[in-house]
């Protein structure tokens, strides 16, 4: 899997991540990409598996939770290339940003 995917021995433990956004493939798995609060960096996460709404917590297959903080990122900026390097290691041919599905009113 390429760096630009989060994989739990990147990570340790728990991602928080701000200026998030939730992202689906035509293949039907979803990721959020947002910067992460300990590392630094912009995280595209594995396929998230599940959601809880009353912690705004997705896990992965692997366990590793991916929290998000805050409310989502701009449409623009610095994610969509992080996102564009995901896909493209990733030989995905196409998304639909989705945050629109993960953000409370």
Sequence with gaps: MP???SEPRDLASDAVLKEWRALLTYGGSRHFV???M???PYRVS???TSFNWNTR???TE????F???GPP???TGLWKLVWLIATWDNKVSGTKDITGEYVEY
């Design 3 to 5: 760096a630009w995917i």
């Design 34 to 36: 947002g910067k992460c």
């Design 38 to 40: 300990r590392t630094g």
């Design 46 to 48: 594995p396929p998230i």
């Design 57 to 59: 917590t997705g896990m």
């Design 62 to 65: 692997q366990g590793v939770r």
């Design 67 to 69: 929290v998000l903080s």
């Design 73 to 75: 990122g701009r449409d």
